[in-house]
């Protein structure tokens, strides 16, 4: 199947300060990616869709201004934290659609973000 | 909103049993529905998909939807301890995006 990498696969930082999250289709080109964030125990939760060359499309409750998410390119989407802050910590994960045409999702390998 | 829901467990069955999972969605109008395997720590996999009402067969899993009920399960014959995960159940919420909605997934603990 399809591979989408996602860098870092961990992530520890300070209070107040951004990080960043990218996610690449290796093979394939992706013009949607999906941003997932997961909590431990519970289900993954879509946070928001990326268009490449086009503004994301955030869920419901999601705030846009503090998760940046740039899809400059048909390979690379990129999910920045802004200011975390320790609710912030979470495992992050992105996805891609078969480029197959399918309706099935190819995911990253996940993000654990720490904000101490 | 919708939703898809699943027990969350654990289910513990003995080596060599039947796993039965299951899953119901809110969304009458879903068309596309997907079990992944995660895990702890890492991402999901995708297990199965299907599409149509019936019984849909890979290996050791089968996959069954019933659209008027709602329903979608998974079934894994001879568990083995390497299935031991969370399942994770995915609807499709919008056929043109392709976006997922999952449940909060059954962790299955199969005991040698």
């Known amino acids: 199947g399809a591979v989408v990498s996602q860098h870092p696969s961990r992530v520890i930082c300070k209070s107040g300060t951004s990080v960043k999250i990218e996610c690449r289709s290796l093979?394939?080109?992706?013009?949607?990616m999906f941003w997932y964030r997961q909590f431990p125990k519970q289900s993954l939760m879509l946070m928001a869709t990326?268009?490449?060359?086009?503004?994301?499309?955030?869920e419901q409750g999601v705030e846009k201004d503090k998760f940046l998410i740039n899809h400059a390119s048909l390979t690379l989407s990129t999910l920045t934290v802004t200011s975390a802050h320790p609710e912030d910590s979470s495992f992050y994960i992105c996805?891609?659609?078969?480029?197959?045409?399918?309706?099935?999702?190819?995911f990253g390998s996940g993000t654990q973000l720490s904000v101490l | 909103q919708k939703e898809v829901e699943q027990n969350s467990g654990p289910l513990s069955v003995p080596e060599g049993a039947i796993a039965s999972l299951n899953c119901t969605y809110s969304d009458r109008v879903s068309q596309s529905f997907f079990w992944y395997r995660q895990y702890s720590g890492k991402s999901p996999e995708l297990i199965m998909s299907i599409y149509s009402n019936g019984d849909k067969e890979d290996g050791r899993f089968t996959a069954q939807l019933n659209k008027a009920s709602q329903y979608v399960s998974l079934l894994i014959r001879d568990s083995q301890p390497s299935d031991s995960a969370t399942y994770l159940c995915?609807?499709?919420?919008?056929?043109?995006?392709?976006?997922?909605?999952f449940g909060q997934g059954t962790t299955l603990q199969v005991k040698p």
């Open positions: 093979d394939f080109q992706a013009t949607t």
């Open positions: 995915a609807v499709n919420s919008d056929g043109n995006t392709g976006k997922l909605i």
């Open positions: 990326s268009n490449e060359g086009s503004k994301a499309t955030y």
């Open positions: 996805s891609a659609r078969d480029p197959e045409g399918a309706e099935k999702l190819f």
